[in-house]
DNA sequence: ATATTGACTTGGACCAAGTCCATTGTAGGA
DNA sequence: TCCTACAATGGACTTGGTCCAAGTCAATAT
C-alpha cells in the first residue's frame, strides 16, 4: 500500500506529515474517495489538517499523474489511485459502490474517423452504470 | 426543432412562456448548453425569467428523457436535447466543444462477466477526448 | 548542530453551481 | 369568467471548490 509513498519520495516529493497522511488515505484497490472524505479520514490521523491543503495535495498528485480525478455524478470529484493501469469504472445507481473495470478491447478504436470531427482524440473514459448485487 | 414543443404539449405538459423559451432554446443538434448558458438565453427572450425555473425545467425535460443531462466535466451540467438518439460525446480539451458521436458497436457488450462484480449494468456513457481542428 | 529559505500549510473569505421554500401568479378546464 | 391546482418567483441556503496573505517548517548548506 505504501508503494505510492515510495514513488513520491523516490520522484523527490517533498514529504510533510500532511501529504503523508493523504497518500495513506488514498492507498489500496478500488478507492475512490470525494475531497471531503480524503479530507475527514486525513482528519482523523491529523485534526489540524486544512482543507485547503487537502485540495492542494489531490491537485498535486493529479498533477504528478499518480491519482485519477474522476467525474462519476455531477456532484464532487472523486481521487482514484489506481492511476498506473488504465481502467473504466462501473458505478451502482443505487448506493454508488464504485468498481474498477478492465473493459475487452481498446474504445479508442470504436470511433470511426467518420466521427471525429476533425479531432485528434487522445483518451476516452468510460462509466458503466447499473445495480450492484445487493441494490438490484 | 419545435417537435420537441409538439411532443411536450403532446405528452400533456403544462405549458407556459417560461416552458416554451426554455424548450426553445434547447432545439437542435449538438447542442450542449449548461444551465447558467439556458438562463441567459431565455432571459434575452423573456427577461424576468427566474433562474429556479429554469432548474425546474430542466429537471422536469430530463425525467420525461426528452433531455439528457451529460457530466462533460466536473463543473456544471450540460443538457442535450437529442436524447431520443443514444449517442456518446466527444470534447475538446482545449476551447471545451462538444460533439454528439456514434460509436461503432455496443460498448455495453465490451464489459465482460468476469469484470461485472455481480452487477446488473443498465447503461454506459463515454467520453472522448482530445483536440479540435482549430485547438490541435 | 544551526541558520536559512523557499516551499508548504493555515483559516477564512470568497465563488460557482445548484436546491429549497413561502409567496404570488396563471393556464386551462368547468 | 371564475377557480384552482400547478407553475414561477426570488432570496436564502447548501455544497463543492478556489484564493490569498500570513505563518510554519523540511531540507539544504554551512
Same mark, same amino acid.
Given at each position: 500500500?505504501?508503494? *505510492?509513498?515510495?514513488? *513520491?519520495?523516490?520522484?523527490?516529493?517533498?514529504?510533510?506529515?500532511?501529504?503523508? @497522511?493523504? +497518500?495513506?488515505?488514498?492507498?489500496?484497490?478500488?478507492?475512490?474517495?470525494? +475531497?471531503? =472524505?480524503?479530507? +475527514? $479520514?486525513?482528519?482523523?490521523? *491529523?485534526? =489540524?489538517?486544512?482543507?485547503?491543503?487537502?485540495?492542494?495535495?489531490?491537485?498535486? *498528485?493529479? &498533477?504528478?499523474?499518480?491519482?485519477?480525478?474522476?467525474?462519476?455524478?455531477? $456532484?464532487?470529484?472523486?481521487?482514484?489511485?489506481?492511476?498506473?493501469?488504465?481502467?473504466?469504472?462501473? @458505478?451502482?445507481?443505487?448506493?454508488?459502490?464504485?468498481?474498477? @473495470?478492465?473493459?475487452?478491447?481498446?474504445?479508442? +478504436?470504436?470511433?470511426?474517423? &467518420? =466521427?471525429? #470531427?476533425? #479531432?485528434?482524440?487522445?483518451? @476516452?473514459?468510460?462509466?458503466?452504470?447499473?445495480?450492484? &448485487?445487493?441494490?438490484?
Amino acid at each position: 500500500m505504501s508503494d *505510492l509513498l515510495e514513488r *513520491l519520495r523516490g520522484r523527490g516529493w517533498r514529504m510533510t506529515p500532511q501529504r503523508r @497522511v493523504v +497518500a495513506e488515505v488514498l492507498a489500496g484497490e478500488h478507492v475512490h474517495l470525494t +475531497a471531503d =472524505e480524503v479530507l +475527514a $479520514r486525513a482528519a482523523a490521523r *491529523l485534526p =489540524e489538517i486544512a482543507r485547503a491543503t487537502v485540495y492542494n495535495t489531490l491537485g498535486e *498528485l493529479v &498533477a504528478l499523474g499518480e491519482v485519477a480525478e474522476v467525474a462519476i455524478d455531477g $456532484r464532487a470529484k472523486r481521487y482514484d489511485p489506481n492511476a498506473h493501469r488504465p481502467h473504466q469504472h462501473l @458505478v451502482c445507481s443505487g448506493c454508488a459502490a464504485v468498481r474498477d @473495470v478492465r473493459p475487452d478491447g481498446d474504445p479508442l +478504436a470504436d470511433l470511426p474517423a &467518420a =466521427e471525429r #470531427f476533425g #479531432f485528434t482524440v487522445l483518451e @476516452v473514459e468510460v462509466t458503466y452504470r447499473g445495480l450492484c &448485487a445487493d441494490c438490484a
